[in-house]
């Protein structure tokens, strides 16, 4: 029987007990081994929190073993995860994922079929969306998560072909392209990746209005998988494009519209304004319109659409500026 070990970076979140509870109720055989990575950058506050969370493990709980990493992010933490496994598959879940009833049985059946040159295998994800509504658009941007490739809410890895390969890269600091980089570097390398039949929940959760302003920062993450991967690695990654280049035009028109108004230009900077009030409006409709409409939720959008173009756009001028002299990746062992 192929054994196999479960690394699970964490912030401890509440959702951390549903999936050590998900994990625990199925049914198939066990993990070897199960890595909990405490990512919190200051885990005093909440000392017992992770203590806490395994006590739903059971009889799991004796092969559980902990570590921290001081809040380098979910990278790192995979990492630090990986280097304690022994297993011959590291299989990686979010903390905020649940595995679906038979996710033991199906997981070994997927690494069992696994041909040699197979690295890795991604669990197939469902996204559970309200009923009598349609979603808002933070809902549909988990439900996007169904479609993505390689991402690591489910994701059984050879533990050879990560190390072999330096595992995850740590300059991106979010749970966001790291997956990918990771994936295109093995397929370089020569190794195939495929879907396999266990199937993952990933609830939507719960987030303040401005969490689509934050997530703006990956911008500066797409700038490092340009240098690493060149201009065509969206093709490469499967991944859609975004709206960037839109985004920098709204932002350079609204930079326009002041510098012009300062300069007494008010014509050129009417026509500027205009632009980017017009792009600022196609923006927020395309996220309303598909959404539930309520108040609420067209104002946040509205709201958000304004500052969203300029924060992709300064996040992915910083990361270019960052990033323009990064190196491959080497790292893992220690």
Excluded at 28 to 55: F, M
Excluded at 226 to 235: F, K, N, T
Excluded at 276 to 290: D, L, M, S, Y
Aim: glycine share 8%; proline share 8%.
């Amino acid at each position: 029987m192929t054994s196999y070990a479960v690394v699970i970076p964490t912030l401890l979140r509440d959702t951390l007990a549903d999936c050590l509870a998900a994990l625990a109720a199925a049914h198939g055989p066990r993990p070897d081994e199960i890595v909990l990575v405490d990512d919190r950058p200051d885990p005093d506050p909440a000392p017992d929190a992770l203590a806490h969370a395994l006590t739903v493990l059971g009889d799991l709980r004796e092969r559980t073993t902990t570590a921290a990493t001081g809040g380098r992010g979910p990278a790192a933490a995979r990492n630090t995860g990986l280097r304690a496994v022994t297993a011959p598959w590291a299989v990686f879940l979010d903390d905020d994922v649940q595995v679906g009833p038979h996710w033991c049985a199906q997981l070994v059946q997927d690494l069992e079929e696994a041909p040699p040159d197979t690295a890795g295998i991604q669990g197939v994800i469902t996204v559970p969306l309200p009923g009598g509504r349609r979603p808002t658009d933070w809902e549909r941007g988990t439900a996007g998560l169904v479609r993505a490739r390689w991402i690591t809410a489910d994701m059984a890895y050879r533990t050879e072909a990560l190390r072999q390969a330096g595992g995850f890269d740590e300059r991106f600091p979010r749970p966001f392209r790291e997956d990918a980089d990771l994936a295109l570097r093995l397929l370089d390398a020569g190794w195939r990746i495929r879907r396999g039949r266990r199937t993952t929940l990933h609830p939507v959760r719960s987030a303040s209005r401005w969490a689509s302003v934050g997530q703006q920062r990956g911008n500066a993450d797409d700038a490092l998988m340009r240098r690493l991967h060149g201009p065509d690695w969206w093709d490469k990654a499967v991944a859609p494009r975004g709206r960037i280049r839109r985004h920098a035009a709204i932002t350079a028109a609204g930079a326009a519209a002041c510098a012009l108004a300062v300069a007494g230009r008010r014509r050129a900077a009417t026509a500027c304004a205009l632009g980017w009030a017009a792009g600022t409006a196609e923006f927020a409709r395309a996220r309303i319109v598909p959404g539930p409409r309520t108040r609420d939720e067209v104002t946040t959008v509205l709201a958000t659409s304004v500052v969203i173009p300029p924060a992709a756009t300064w996040h992915r001028l910083a990361g270019a500026w960052r990033h323009r002299n990064a190196p491959a990746w080497r790292e893992v062992p220690r």
